[in-house]
Every structure is written in structure tokens, then in C-alpha cells.
């Protein structure tokens, strides 16, 4: 079964970090290019940053570049996401996604998202 | 990089079909053709309904189809049912090498 599982998400402080995983099964992990994109309470989805399949390439938002940092680690079909220097603003649920190898921008596979508060 | 614009919400009746544009510039809608959409039910993850402006991925119903004009995509959904109630966010690659989401739209059967 084709899956995405994330973690690590909770109450954290302003000023401190935060690592966010996602876990992927069910496919070849190597393939894909995998992103995160969250979520604040009530409002509407906001891509944060991307990572190529082979780990090479990263891709942020404006909105947050400098604050987080995206990662993968294939022995573990891992995907990772560092948020630092939180804000109340980053209360969010966090979800990971993976891009169709065919497409750019197609998230065909979405985890159900961890929780992030900011408080 | 600003969100896509989309209208807030759209309803329609059972049956009837309704559109959901999603206006961007040109340095990703107009720019490139990779522009996806997606259905959000409540307290759930977003779903693919279309890839590449008008792409269907294998299982999602025919009643949705989408287009491009310019710097304008648009989600139609024909033949309405209640099920379709959900939030709908349009994507689009942009020339910065990101991606940016619509503002969604809430529609109401």
C-alpha cells in the first residue's frame, strides 16, 4: 500500500525547532520528488518547500527560506522537514506529498499531516 | 510569490455543473502548463483531481475537467452531486522553481 506517514509534529515554544518525518512505504522512495505543504487552522494550503528525488535539488518558499530545511535519507525512505525559529504563525498541520514522476506538480500521494502549535 | 486567486465559494444544485477559475500571472499559470487542482473534504488530505491543466489520474470521475486561458484555469465539475461538497485548490509551477496553491474555494451543493 502506497503511504505516507508523518511525525514529530507538537506544542513547541516560539524561537524554538522542530524536525517533522514522513515516512513513505509502499513505493520506490528513490523515485520521487517529495514535498511538504501545510495547512493553518481554517485556512488554505500553502507549499513550503520541495526536495528532488535523488536529494540534490531544494525548493522553498519565499515565505519561510532561511527558517526551514528540507531532507531525505533513502535507507530510511525518510523524508525530513526542520523548522527553526518558530512563530505563531507556523501553527499548522504539516503535510508531506509526493510528485507523479510524470508530472511537476502533480501530488498524487498526501500523508494525513502532523499538527504543529506554536504556543 | 502570492496565491492564486479564487473565488470563495461557488454552489450549485444537484446535477448542474458549476466553474472554478483560478487566476495567476505569467510567471506561473500563463508560463508553463502545470497547473493542478485539488478536492479537500473536511479534516481530510487534499486529493488530485487534475495534473498538467487538463490530466485525470486513473479512478477520479469525468464530471471533472479543467482548462486553461492565459493566466486563467479553470475546475469544472459537471453533473453535481453531494459528494463534491468540499474545498478545491488549484496549483501551478512557477518560474522560480516553486509551487504556489489557490486561495481554495468552498463548494456548496
Known amino acids: 500500500q502506497v503511504q505516507l506517514v508523518e511525525s514529530g509534529g507538537g506544542v513547541v515554544q516560539p524561537g524554538r525547532s522542530l524536525r517533522l518525518s514522513c515516512e513513505a512505504s509502499?513505493?520506490?522512495?528513490?523515485?520521487?520528488?517529495l514535498h511538504w505543504v501545510r495547512q493553518a487552522p481554517g485556512k488554505g494550503l500553502e507549499w513550503l518547500a520541495g526536495?528532488?528525488?535523488?536529494?540534490?535539488?531544494?525548493y522553498y518558499a519565499e515565505s519561510v527560506k532561511g527558517r526551514i530545511t528540507i531532507s531525505r535519507d533513502t535507507s530510511q525512505n525518510t523524508l525530513y522537514l526542520q523548522l527553526s525559529s518558530l512563530r505563531f504563525e507556523d501553527t499548522a498541520l504539516y503535510y508531506c506529498a509526493r510528485e507523479d514522476s510524470l508530472s511537476v506538480g502533480a501530488f498524487d500521494i498526501w500523508g494525513q499531516g502532523t499538527m504543529v502549535t506554536v504556543s | 510569490q502570492s496565491a492564486l486567486t479564487q473565488p470563495a465559494s461557488v454552489s450549485g444544485s444537484p446535477g448542474q455543473s458549476i466553474t472554478i477559475s483560478c487566476i495567476g500571472t505569467s510567471t506561473d499559470v500563463g508560463r508553463f502548463n502545470y497547473v493542478s487542482w485539488f478536492q479537500q473534504h473536511p479534516g481530510k488530505a487534499p486529493k488530485l483531481l487534475i495534473y498538467d491543466i487538463d490530466g485525470r489520474p486513473s479512478g477520479v470521475s469525468n464530471r471533472f475537467s479543467a482548462s486553461k486561458s492565459g493566466n486563467t484555469a479553470s475546475l469544472t465539475i459537471s453533473g453535481l452531486q453531494a459528494d463534491d461538497e468540499a474545498d478545491y485548490y488549484c496549483?501551478?509551477?512557477?518560474?522560480?522553481?516553486?509551487?504556489?496553491f489557490g486561495t481554495g474555494t468552498k463548494v456548496t451543493v
Open positions: 526536495i528532488s528525488y535523488d536529494g540534490r535539488n531544494e
Open positions: 509502499g513505493f520506490t522512495f528513490s523515485s520521487y520528488t
Open positions: 496549483s501551478s509551477y512557477t518560474s522560480s522553481d516553486t509551487e504556489v
